[in-house]
């Protein structure tokens, strides 16, 4: 399954944006998801990950309370919703499909090309 990120771009800080990750060439149905994101200089930490039914998901210290991830499995898509942003949330944001989930989701079978999100103090 190819997947592809998008919704980036530059906010300022309070601000919102949402990223949407569209699947092609299989379903989502079974696949436990995440968004991860790596800051310049940093290496790619989880952000959100979600196990296929949707009822059960795991974000990062950092954005809990902020963030809030879900997927629309009839629109074979997964969503970020990022509110009360911060310059530190700057980084590409990369969706993840897995067949198994962990909260970490550890063993990715499938990354999206990422999307760019800027947050301006």
């Known amino acids: 399954v190819q997947l592809q990120a998008s919704g980036g771009g530059l906010v300022q800080a309070g601000g919102s944006l949402r990223l949407s990750c569209a699947a092609s060439?299989?379903?989502?149905?079974?696949?436990?998801l995440g968004w991860f994101r790596q800051a310049p200089g940093k290496e790619r930490e989880v952000v959100a990950t979600?196990?296929?039914?949707?009822?059960?998901?795991f974000y990062t210290d950092s954005v809990k309370g902020r963030f809030t991830i879900s997927r629309d499995n009839a629109k074979n898509t997964l969503y970020l919703q990022m509110n009360s942003l911060k310059p530190e949330d700057t980084a590409v944001y990369y969706c993840?499909?897995?067949?198994?989930?962990?909260?970490?989701?550890?063993?990715?079978?499938?990354w999206g090309h990422g999307t760019l999100v800027t947050v301006s103090s």
């Open positions: 993840a499909a897995s067949e198994d989930w962990d909260q970490d989701l550890r063993k990715v079978g499938s």
């Open positions: 060439g299989g379903t989502l149905r079974r696949k436990a």
């Open positions: 979600i196990a296929w039914s949707g009822g059960i998901t």
